[in-house]
């Protein structure tokens, strides 16, 4: 099982025992000044090419990987007492890969991206002009689809290394590293 494969059947499993969320993880950057900057972003896809996920164009993340593409996941399994680190490469999807995943949103996922992406993080007077926003959007996109947003911003990590952590209270917990080798992933246990 290639650790993208054990990734996902431990996510499935968490959902299986209830959990709303396994598909998040924080995502760890430097910040321009050099700092720490961890956030939680939604995973919207993972294959052998990486894992992706989506966000606004302008945003401080953006701008962080864009400067320093070397970044960290990090997901917590409460269910199941696991936790899943990868650190890897970012990289962004093409403006036509962006509005083939756009197309795939629902309409009022879209509607509502459409009225924060552009002042994403940016300070606001009220949330009413927001809504207002997404209203007049809604209105004029009832019967059409939307375009896809200039701030649709698909990213990809390409991971270089996984740290799988099993945590037990009845024994030892269980880590095993997979480390890029060659084509493949080199696998070791750790301790804990």
Known sequence: MTPIELLTDWMDD???????????????????????????????EMTAAGILFFTQARTRKVAEMQQNPRVSLTFWLERRTRE???EGEASFLTPEQNAHYW?????WA?????SYAPTSGEPIEDKRMLEEKRLALQQTYQDQPLPCSPDYCGVTIKPQRFVFYQYRSDELSDVWEYVVAGDGFQQQRLSP
């Open 14 to 44: 968490e959902k299986s025992a209830g959990a709303a969320y396994a598909q998040h993880a924080v995502l760890s950057s430097q910040a321009l000044n050099g700092s720490a900057h961890g956030r939680v972003v939604a995973i919207r």
């Open 103 to 107: 197309a795939s949103y629902p309409q």
């Open 84 to 86: 899943v680190m990868v």
């Open 110 to 114: 879209q509607l509502r991206f459409c």
